[in-house]
T-cell receptor, first 117, second 113 residues
Framework: AQSVTQLGSHVSVSEGALVLLRCNYS??????LFWYVQYPNQGLQLLLK??????LVKGINGFEAEFKKSETSFHLTKPSAHMSDAAEYFC???????????????FGQGTTLQVKP | KAGVTQTPRYLIKTRGQQVTLSCSPI?????VSWYQQTPGQGLQFLFE???????NKGNFPGRFSGRQFSNSRSEMNVSTLELGDSALYLC????????????FGQGTRLTVV
């Protein structure tokens, strides 16, 4: 069965430091991949998506992610953390039926990002 | 353009009762999915509807059901509530087809006592 693994349930960085949140997926055919952010008591906000176009994807709020098929990874980065980036981040992939994407998302367990002043 | 709207935002129900949650998707979106979020299990897929038809279903008991109306609005129903049904229920809408990204509502926080 497909799965998504986010390495590190908690990541702590200093304001202005590099943010790196890791995501690996398991499927032989690359699915569509997404990163979402969730602030307390809120829904999920789409940060960026990979849908088989450019492997380096730029999203909102200065975030970007690089799709690496050989590593089955889709890590999220931001060059300089801001206090407002403190939230929970989820990596998600579309469920595959054969080689076709369905409308179902499979989520990782989430990574809580703490930004220290 | 208005986002995904879920009502109500908060609900408190008693064990054994039933509950109906509502979701209005983004205008023009025909696919609506539902997810349950709990601290222990994370985000789990419940079901997806497209053009009033259930297109995909997760591994939840039959107490969880849903439907979609001709205007793409969706409802989710949970019967015979259990304490373990306490969760944040999230609705997502998407255009489907070549635009797979899903946009989420604020969620309905259900507490079963």
């Amino acid at each position: 069965a497909q799965s998504v693994t986010q390495l590190g349930s908690h990541v702590s960085v200093s304001e202005g430091a590099l943010v790196l949140l890791r995501c690996n997926y398991s499927s032989s055919v690359p699915p569509y991949l997404f990163w979402y952010v969730q602030y307390p008591n809120q829904g999920l906000q789409l940060l960026l998506k990979y849908t088989s176009a450019a492997t380096l994807v730029k999203g909102i709020n200065g975030f970007e992610a690089e799709f690496k098929k050989s590593e089955t990874s889709f890590h999220l980065t931001k060059p300089s953390a801001h206090m407002s980036d403190a939230a929970e981040y989820f990596c998600a992939v579309t469920q595959l039926r054969g080689s076709s994407n369905t409308g179902k998302l499979i989520f990782g367990q989430g990574t809580t990002l703490q930004v220290k002043p | 353009k208005a986002g995904v709207t879920q009502t109500p935002r908060y609900l408190i129900k008693t064990r054994g009762q039933q509950v109906t949650l509502s979701c209005s998707p983004i205008s023009g979106h025909r696919s609506v999915s539902w997810y349950q979020q709990t601290p222990g299990q994370g985000l789990q897929f419940l079901f997806e509807y497209f053009s009033e038809t259930q297109r995909n279903k997760g591994n939840f008991p039959g107490r969880f059901s849903g439907r979609q109306f001709s205007n793409s609005r969706s409802e989710m129903n949970v019967s015979t509530l259990e304490l373990g049904d306490s969760a944040l229920y999230l609705c997502a809408s998407s255009l489907s087809g070549g635009r797979p990204e899903a946009f989420f509502g604020q969620g309905t926080r259900l507490t079963v006592v």
